[in-house]
T-cell receptor, first 110, second 110 residues
């Protein structure tokens, strides 16, 4: 049973396209996150939702829009993709002690 | 800007040796500290958490925290080739937000 799952695992697309990444957790946690990990492995928080409410919104271009239909799901929509958006995007869920990460979505913008 | 700093490495140690990984942080108000391990192409996984000054041991891993010096470290005893990975230091700041360091690459040579 996968605790935090993401789809798709890989995403290759052209500049200017719009794409979505989906995340689901079956841990019953209230808080979920989106992180971006660039080629230098630096993991940076983008957004956090608590029970469908946005609580953390870092300095991220407004081309990125998170959506949480319920507390088990947190999706990320990206408009007008740019080369610099190429990275691994991780979803995470907050447990009692710390965060549990999904497997990541590897996005490559050509 | 709250920061977490780590030496990027790579840190190379022979099999069986002690690997010492270090991290400094800037936010004096931080109370919770974590070490994550990330294998290449995989997601970060929690290996240690520490909240109080001093040492915390778990198997071959020991986390050390010195809040006065704003310093947290991870010792890995009897290092194994399977310990080769990137180790991410994370500090909890302001609620449920984690700030990550850029990670230290550890290579254990057999």
């Amino acid at each position: 049973d996968t605790a935090v799952s993401q789809t798709p695992k890989y995403l290759v697309t052209q500049m200017g396209n719009d794409k979505s990444i989906k995340c689901e957790q079956n841990l019953g946690h209230d808080t979920m996150y989106w992180y971006k990990q660039d080629s230098k492995k630096f993991l940076k928080i983008m957004f956090s939702y608590n029970n469908k409410e946005l609580i953390i919104n870092e300095t991220v271009p407004n081309r990125f829009s998170p959506k949480s239909p319920d507390k088990a799901h947190l999706n990320l929509h990206i408009n007008s993709l740019e080369l610099g958006d190429s990275a691994v995007y991780f979803c995470a869920s907050l447990g009692q002690e710390t965060q549990y990460f999904g497997p990541g979505t590897r996005l490559l913008v050509l | 800007q709250k920061e977490v700093e780590q030496n990027s490495g790579p840190l190379s140690v022979p099999e069986g040796a002690i690997a010492s990984l270090n991290c400094t942080y800037s936010d004096r108000g931080s109370q919770s500290f974590f070490w994550y391990r990330q294998y290449s192409g995989k997601s970060p996984e929690l290996i240690m958490s520490i909240y109080s000054n001093g040492d915390k041991e778990d198997g071959r891993f020991t986390a050390q925290l010195n809040k006065a010096s704003q310093y947290v470290s991870l010792l890995i005893r009897d290092s194994q080739p399977s310990d080769s990975a990137t180790y991410l230091c994370a500090v909890q700041v302001g609620g449920n937000k984690l700030v990550f360091g850029a990670g230290t690459i550890l290579r254990v040579k057999s």
